[in-house]
């Protein structure tokens, strides 16, 4: 295995940025300096060691999906003791970590692996995965409304992405929509939805690029089959690698 790739699937950085760190002379193989980005290393026998830290593969890469519930913070520890992810996934695999953020108060899907490139790519604002959230808001969004939040509002001086807006159902003093966007700024949905006049009570992520959330109850997780991997590494860009 190309000793980039090695060092990118052990969560180093990006195979991009894995080259940065060899180029840099940071990286040893079995205890000698290595600054060729053509070295390959087999992760059985070589020991490798990134500022004089070893670094391994972990067991094999680990990808799930988990409904989280409200009330649990996106972290795998909470210095304030709050219910964490963490607490909701053990036993998924060893150093599995969340991809992206996801309020506290927002339930709905979210990706943990240990697979260090994609998770890097998965939060990329170049690969751009599309992101489809359910949202009830306070009152009647109009179909101009509506047309701003997919035209772009202003965020923190800076237009919101393309976005896809559908109108499920009004009622006297709600609306439950659907929205798709292709940005992961910090609770963008919630802000679009203010910017407009209508705040959000309630938000659900029903997917991430090929992901979809469909019947896992709250609470629940679930592995990645392989046919979702692979259109997951596809969607990335990753496909062959
Ligand atoms: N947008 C939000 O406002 N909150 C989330 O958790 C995700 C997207």
Redesign the pocket.
Known sequence: MRLNRFLARAGVSSRRGADVVIAAGRVTVNGAVVTDLGTTVDPETDTVAVDGRAVALPESPTYIVLNKPAGYVVTMSDPQGRPTVADLVSGAGKGVVPVG???A??EGLLLLTNDGELAYRATHPSFELP?V?EVVARGVLTDEESATLEAGVELDGRLTAQAEVELLSTARHTTLATIT?HE?????????FEAVGHP?RN?K?LSVGPLVLADLRPGRWRRLSETEIEALRGALGLTGS
């Open positions: 953020r996801l309020d108060a927002t992101k959230y966007i992961g700024r910090k609770r963008q949905v919630r802000r679009m959000v938000l992520r």
